[in-house]
């Protein structure tokens, strides 16, 4: 059986499957009935973006996409759900073609308690965007899609939850195995001299378990939650594996391969969101201590504590979102050698340093792969703040949305901007059309990958 004909045959199953649900859901109409529901969508886009050798407009990317959803549920005992994904079409200008089981998860239901198994997006946090204690979904962060939440990726956990009393609720989280982010780094043109090997596969090792606790407390107008991580970040840090220098000409050639590797750590974090008139606050604090220090192991991040205060108000068709981000490095010590990455190697300073007879050729490079991962966190300097802004405006009686997000690393000096306007002509049909625009200082992430993210996008989306 092929693939394509595979993909047919499930599809052709789920809708088998929706139609008897429906029948039958439509025959009962007590509390005890049981539904199955399909639905999903259609969507088509494209990306454009300049190239700069020339400055000529080209489509980076183009993709047709398929989402099923099916849900059954009896209202009482239990829910299953699935979302099947297949894509087709260019990313980055390479071919795609793939189908994804987003989510596929049961969900039992008792009187005091909860529990959800299998494939599922379970985030914590109620800042908007971004939470630094939520560490048990990774992301795609270069995901080729005009709805930001199909940036994150499901992970196969089992979620058990206990309400004890109405102003508390229990939960436990555990993981057994590892799925890796999708790193900005993926399709950054790399020097000729350097290769990355990424984690492409659920890594399934019995020391890559996984658990979070959280308790959460639902007071009079506030909401509040304490949580504990402890396990593997979804985002893996690069490893100095190989390393050599051809020294069979007038110039020496270095090649270095970086692995991705995760890393444990525990965070401990804490959350809350109240309002106060037409406002509505949000905020959000975690300490994240690494098991290894970084001193040692390059691929492990500095111990750091972020903090982020939120705010948005609607008024009318109006609403506005703000948001400060900081962070602290608490055992910070400045980096002596430059990022492997985002830097020019300069042959002659290497071939007077190697003239050292102390020198360590092996040490320099694994710590030059050390800051660039420094770099990629966000761990240059001690202190990080940075602000972000969402402003939106329904018009047409909500059938078109303009809007524009924008975020400011002031520290780093990288910049992110994305307007977007989307127009809903019919049920179920969404036309949008917007842009992603990254700049930040020579060396810094969004210098490097602005190349490839800055662009154009277009898409028409027909749900069912």
């Given at each position: 059986?092929n693939?394509?004909?595979?993909?047919?045959?499930?599809?052709?199953?789920?809708?088998?499957g929706?139609?008897?649900?429906?029948?039958?859901?439509?025959s009962?109409?007590?509390?005890?009935?049981?539904?199955?529901?399909?639905?999903?969508?259609?969507?088509?886009?494209?990306?454009?973006?300049?190239?700069?050798?020339?400055?000529?407009?080209?489509?980076?990317?183009?993709?047709s996409?398929?989402?099923?959803?099916?849900?059954?549920?009896?209202?009482?005992?239990?829910?299953?759900f699935?979302?099947?994904?297949?894509?087709?079409?260019?990313?980055?200008?390479?071919p795609?073609k793939?189908?994804?089981?987003?989510?596929v998860?049961?969900?039992?239901?008792g009187?005091?308690w909860?529990?959800?198994?299998?494939?599922?997006?379970?985030k914590?946090?109620?800042?908007?965007?971004s939470?630094?204690?939520?560490?048990?979904?990774?992301?795609?962060?270069?995901?080729?899609?005009?709805?930001?939440?199909?940036?994150?990726?499901?992970?196969?956990l089992?979620?058990?939850?206990?309400?004890?009393?109405?102003?508390?609720?229990?939960?436990?989280?555990?993981?057994?195995f590892?799925?890796?982010?999708?790193?900005?780094?993926?399709?950054?043109?790399l020097p000729?001299?350097?290769?990355?090997?990424?984690?492409?596969?659920?890594?399934?090792?019995?020391?890559?378990?996984?658990?979070g606790?959280?308790?959460?407390f639902?007071?009079?107008?506030?909401?509040?939650s304490?949580?504990?991580?402890?396990?593997?970040?979804?985002?893996?840090g690069?490893?100095?594996?190989?390393?050599n220098?051809?020294?069979s000409?007038?110039?020496?050639?270095?090649?270095?391969e970086?692995t991705?590797?995760?890393?444990?750590l525990?965070?401990?974090?804490?959350?809350?969101?109240?309002?106060?008139?037409?406002?509505g606050?949000?905020?959000?604090a975690?300490?994240?201590?690494?098991?290894?220090?970084?001193?040692?192991?390059?691929?492990?991040?500095?111990e750091?504590?972020?903090?982020?205060?939120?705010?948005?108000?609607?008024?009318?068709?109006?609403?506005?979102?703000a948001?400060y981000?900081?962070k602290?490095?608490?055992?910070?010590?400045?980096?002596?050698?430059?990022?492997?990455?985002g830097?020019?190697?300069?042959?002659?300073?290497?071939?007077?340093?190697m003239?050292?007879?102390?020198?360590?050729?092996n040490?320099?490079?694994?710590?030059?792969?050390?800051?660039?991962?420094?770099?990629?966190?966000?761990?240059?300097?001690r202190?990080?703040?940075?602000?972000?802004?969402?402003?939106?405006?329904?018009?047409?009686?909500?059938?078109?949305?303009?809007?524009v997000?924008?975020?400011?690393?002031?520290t780093?000096?990288?910049?992110?901007?994305?307007?977007?306007?989307?127009?809903?002509?019919?049920?179920?049909l969404?036309?949008?059309?917007?842009?992603?625009?990254?700049s930040?200082?020579?060396?810094?992430?969004?210098?490097?990958?602005?190349?490839?993210?800055?662009?154009?996008?277009?898409?028409?989306?027909?749900d069912?």
């Open positions: 059986m693939k394509s004909f595979g993909i047919l045959y499930i599809i052709l199953f789920f809708i088998q929706s139609l008897h649900g429906q029948n039958q859901g439509s009962f109409n007590t509390e005890e009935s049981r539904s199955t529901i399909i639905y999903g969508f259609i969507r088509g886009g494209l990306y454009g973006s300049l190239d700069d050798a020339d400055d000529k407009p080209y489509v980076s990317s183009a993709f996409d398929f989402s099923l959803k099916a849900e059954t549920r009896d209202y009482r005992h239990f829910k299953a699935t979302d099947l994904r297949f894509r087709y079409g260019t990313e980055f200008l390479e795609v793939r189908v994804d089981l987003r989510e998860y049961v969900k039992i239901n009187k005091k909860d529990l959800t198994a299998g494939q599922t997006i379970l914590w946090g109620r800042t908007d965007f939470n630094p204690t939520s560490k048990l979904n990774p992301q795609n962060y270069i995901t080729r899609s005009p709805d930001n939440e199909d940036m994150d990726l499901g992970n196969l089992a979620d058990l939850k206990i309400y004890p009393a109405p102003v508390l609720s229990l939960e436990a989280v555990a993981v057994p590892y799925r890796s982010s999708v790193l900005l780094i993926d399709p950054l043109p000729a001299w350097v290769n990355i090997n990424q984690i492409n596969q659920l890594l399934t090792g019995k020391e890559m378990f996984t658990y606790l959280k308790a959460e639902h007071l009079s107008g506030t909401d509040m304490i949580s504990w991580f402890d396990g593997y970040d979804p985002m893996p690069a490893a100095l594996t190989n390393f220098l051809d020294m000409g007038s110039i020496p050639v270095p090649y270095a970086l991705m590797t995760p890393y444990k525990r965070n401990i974090g804490i959350d809350f969101e109240t309002t106060f008139g037409n406002f606050l949000r905020g959000e975690a300490w994240s201590f690494p098991y290894k220090s970084y001193k040692k192991e390059e691929y492990v991040p500095c750091e504590l972020k903090y982020n205060a939120g705010i948005d108000w609607m008024t009318g068709n109006w609403h506005f979102t948001e981000s900081g602290t490095i608490t055992d910070y010590e400045a980096m002596a050698v430059d990022p492997i990455i830097t020019e190697p300069d042959p002659a300073k290497l071939a007077q340093m003239a050292d007879p102390g020198f360590d050729l040490e320099y490079v694994r710590q030059q792969v050390a800051a660039f991962n420094r770099l990629y966190n966000y761990q240059i300097e202190t990080y703040h940075s602000a972000g802004f969402r402003m939106e405006r329904e018009m047409l009686y909500g059938k078109l949305t303009p809007s997000f924008a975020v400011y690393n002031f780093s000096r990288d910049f992110i901007l994305m307007p977007e306007i989307k127009y809903k002509p019919a049920d179920g969404t036309i949008s059309a917007g842009g992603d625009y990254y930040g200082k020579k060396g810094s992430i969004n210098d490097l990958v602005n190349e490839f993210m800055n662009c154009i996008r277009i898409a028409v989306k027909v069912f």
